[in-house]
């Protein structure tokens, strides 16, 4: 099992619908989780952080976090055709390196 | 602030050639980190380092070295290249020393490099 798992997508979702990303992990014990944006050709940019259950607002951006089920999602509200981008999921695990693990990413395309 | 600074942009090198390639932030972090990204693909990690002289073997350190002599930069060896570390190489930083945040990563822009 992947120490954290995306579905690669791709993800279309319609300018103006909620597209939904979702991510989950394998050490109980993680912390912190984090949401990257990645576009083409482009270096990943820190998008979101969380670190406690329930959700986190921040514009258009919702990150949710459930420990108990070891998931952490993110909700675009509003999507815009500049939301295309690939999105990785991090989490820092308590034990180990003191590393990030990212998933392998999805793919959302946003269709005018 | 820069942020994270990586040199050069784009490089092409002939087989069994060497190069360095240059990573500084300005950030006062302790944490430093070396990916690669092949086309498609996920990023892996290939050395990592939590302090000045300190340094770690990432998942892929084989046909690479590292070395930290100071907090700021964190430079990247390739020896003797291969067309397999044909890859985009990307640089970050964290501050690393515990509490919510510090393990919060900023990227490079990244190195282009092809092995030909």
């Known amino acids: 099992q992947k120490e954290v798992e995306q579905n690669s997508g791709p993800l279309s979702v319609p300018e103006g619908a909620i597209a939904s990303l979702n991510c989950t992990y394998s050490?109980?014990?993680?912390?912190?989780f984090f949401w990257y944006r990645q576009y083409s050709g482009k270096s990943p940019e820190l998008i979101m952080s969380?670190?406690?259950?329930g959700d986190k607002e921040d514009g258009r951006f919702t990150a949710q976090l459930n420990k108990a089920s070891q998931y952490v999602s993110l909700l675009i509200r509003d999507s815009q055709p500049s939301d295309s981008a690939t999105y990785l999921c991090a989490v820092f695990p308590i034990q180990g390196a003191q590393k990030l693990v990212f998933g392998q990413g999805t793919r959302l395309t946003i269709n005018p | 602030n820069a942020g994270v600074t990586q040199t050069p942009k784009f490089r092409i090198l002939k087989i069994g050639q060497s190069m360095t390639l240059q990573c500084a932030q300005d950030m006062n972090h302790n944490y430093m980190y070396w990916y690669r990204q092949d086309p498609g693909m996920g990023l892996k990690l290939i050395y990592y380092s939590v302090g000045a002289g300190i340094t770690d073997k990432g998942e892929v350190p084989n046909g690479y070295n590292v070395s930290r002599s100071t907090t700021e930069d964190f430079p990247l060896r390739l020896e003797l290249a291969a067309p397999s570390q044909t890859s985009v190489y990307f640089c970050?930083?964290?501050?690393?020393?515990?509490?919510?945040?510090?393990?919060?990563?900023?990227f490079g822009p990244g190195t282009r490099l092809t092995v030909t």
């Open positions: 050490d109980r014990g993680s912390q912190s």
């Open positions: 969380i670190y406690s259950n």
């Open positions: 970050a930083s964290s501050y690393g020393q515990g509490g919510y945040g510090s393990y919060e990563q900023y």
